[in-house]
T-cell receptor, first 117, second 114 residues
Framework: GAVVSQHPSRVICKSGTSVKIECRSL??????MFWYRQFPKQSLMLMAT?????????EQGVEKDKFLINHASLTLSTLTVASAHPEDSSFYIC?????????????FGPGTRLTVL | GQQLNQSPQSMFIQEGEDVSMNCTSS?????WLWYKQDPGEGPVLLIA?????ELTSNGRLTAQFGITRKDSFLNISASIPSDVGIYFC??????????????FGTGTLLAVQP
């Protein structure tokens, strides 16, 4: 149980393209999902907290107009990188906090590798 | 963004050796977690610690939540080749009903030579 999927697993796009990444909790419901970005050989940095039915909360320095988050249901959150540029190339990872789990649990997705040419 | 200090940055060991890594913070956390990340994958939870002073084991892994709530260590005994990966600590604060964000450590790269 507690499986989180991400789609796509890998995307290569041209500069200026908008890219949508989906994060799904497959066997549980999650009111809260988190989006992280990880550059090569670096740690995971929290970008935003996504709450079902309300606006996402962004971390300091993360542009909300650049990284659009929608959490329309208890099992799906999407991250759209608007007008992607090469510096947006990174590994994007989501996690989900189960409704019925322990307070501190987050289950991570397998990540999405974004390469912007 | 905020990060926890993790050491060592990397370790290169022989199969069968024991490994120890730690994580320190200037801030107090209510929960400490240890994750392992394989290349191109998301992190996988290894051990969660919920009380200061708590010592918890999971197979060959042992982790402790520091008394000051500002540090934690992870030990791996009798390492095997599949232990290779990047290990991250993460601290979590509870804001009484608010969302519980994770702050990740800088990571420890473990390489195990057969």
């Amino acid at each position: 149980g507690a499986v989180v999927s991400q789609h796509p697993s890998r995307v290569i796009c041209k500069s200026g393209t908008s890219v949508k990444i989906e994060c799904r909790s497959l066997d549980f419901q999650a009111t809260t999902m988190f989006w992280y970005r990880q550059f090569p050989k670096q740690s995971l940095m929290l970008m935003a907290t996504s709450n079902e039915g309300s606006k996402a909360t962004y971390e300091q320095g993360v542009e909300k107009d650049k990284f659009l988050i929608n959490h329309a249901s208890l099992t799906l959150s999407t991250l759209t990188v608007a007008s992607a540029h090469p510096e947006d190339s990174s590994f994007y990872i989501c996690s989900a906090d189960p409704l019925a789990g322990k307070d501190n649990e987050q289950f991570f997705g397998p990540g999405t590798r974004l390469t912007v040419l | 963004g905020q990060q926890l200090n993790q050491s060592p940055q990397s370790m290169f060991i022989q199969e069968g050796e024991d490994v120890s890594m730690n994580c320190t913070s200037s801030s107090i956390f209510n929960t400490w977690l240890w994750y392992k990340q394989d290349p191109g994958e998301g992190p996988v939870l290894l051990i969660a610690l919920y009380k200061a002073g708590e010592l918890t084991s999971n197979g060959r892994l042992t982790a402790q939540f520091g008394i000051t709530r500002k540090d934690s260590f992870l030990n791996i005994s009798a390492s095997i080749p599949s232990d290779v990966g990047i290990y991250f600590c993460a601290g979590q604060l509870h804001y009484g009903g608010a969302t519980n964000k994770l702050i990740f450590g800088t990571g420890t790269l473990l390489a195990v030579q057969p």
